[in-house]
T-cell receptor, first 115, second 116 residues
Framework: DTGVSQDPRHKITKRGQNVTFRCDPISEHNRLYWYRQTLGQGPEFLTYFQNEAQLEKSRLLSDRFSAERPKGSFSTLEIQRTEQGDSAMYLC?????????????FGEGSRLTVL | AQSVAQPEDQVNVAEGNPLTVKCTYSVSGNPYLFWYVQYPNRGLQFLLKYITGDNLVKGSYGFEAEFNKSQTSFHLKKPSALVSDSALYFCAVRLNYGGATNKLIFGTGTLLAVQP
């Protein structure tokens, strides 16, 4: 158990619906990352926050995706007008800023299935 | 652009034998390198990292990895495999700190299967 929780663990939705995932990282972790993982692939970077500021977004993150981290604690990832191609595992990870750190602490993920 | 390659989709090894899971990287500058393991229906777990110093780094569960700058490799090793080591292993690289985002770039993963 890494101490990072994600909710819901599984979500099945119909194409066109909106979904929202929540991540609660370890409280000391000032950096929070969202990744997406599809079958047979490694995790792909989506976006990251340092405290409440969203500092980088991948080109994978279309305008249907939005992420927030109000107050620098928990984070949400919303997908609007879902498409079948959005089906994937969405992973959240926390970490610390600093030159000698780098390991991330991952949650167990939120699996999205779009029908 | 920085990238990581794991040339083997699957590695099969008998319990008690040594194992190696291969990883090569491409990055400008000094890399930070990581290995993570993913068990079924579980999140990724950190195994070990190389930042600087000794080329041989030791990590969790008896795993170690050797950094080879000339070959741009960071292979994961274990002297004696256990059936419980069977899992999906990911190599990852990060740009050296210097204003970078600290994001990790992952390889495609290698499935390790240890036969009893």
């Amino acid at each position: 158990d890494t101490g990072v929780s994600q909710d819901p663990r599984h979500k099945i939705t119909k194409r066109g619906q909106n979904v929202t995932f929540r991540c609660d990282p370890i409280s000391e972790h000032n950096r929070l990352y969202w990744y997406r993982q599809t079958l047979g692939q490694g995790p792909e970077f989506l976006t990251y926050f340092q405290n409440e500021a969203q500092l980088e977004k991948s080109r994978l993150l279309s305008d249907r995706f939005s992420a927030e981290r109000p107050k620098g604690s928990f984070s949400t990832l919303e997908i609007q007008r879902t498409e079948q191609g959005d089906s994937a595992m969405y992973l959240c990870a926390g970490g610390l800023a600093g030159p000698d750190t780098g390991e991330l602490f991952f949650g167990e993920g939120s699996r999205l299935t779009v029908l | 652009a920085q990238s990581v390659a794991q040339p083997e989709d699957q590695v099969n090894v008998a319990e008690g034998n040594p194992l190696t899971v291969k990883c090569t990287y491409s990055v400008s500058g000094n890399p930070y390198l990581f290995w993570y393991v993913q068990y079924p229906n579980r999140g990724l777990q950190f195994l070990l990292k190389y930042i600087t110093g000794d080329n041989l780094v030791k990590g969790s569960y008896g795993f170690e990895a050797e950094f080879n700058k000339s070959q741009t490799s960071f292979h994961l090793k274990k002297p004696s495999a256990l059936v419980s080591d069977s899992a999906l292993y990911f190599c990852a690289v990060r740009l050296n700190y210097g204003g970078a985002t600290n994001k990790l770039i992952f390889g495609t993963g290698t499935l390790l299967a240890v036969q009893p």
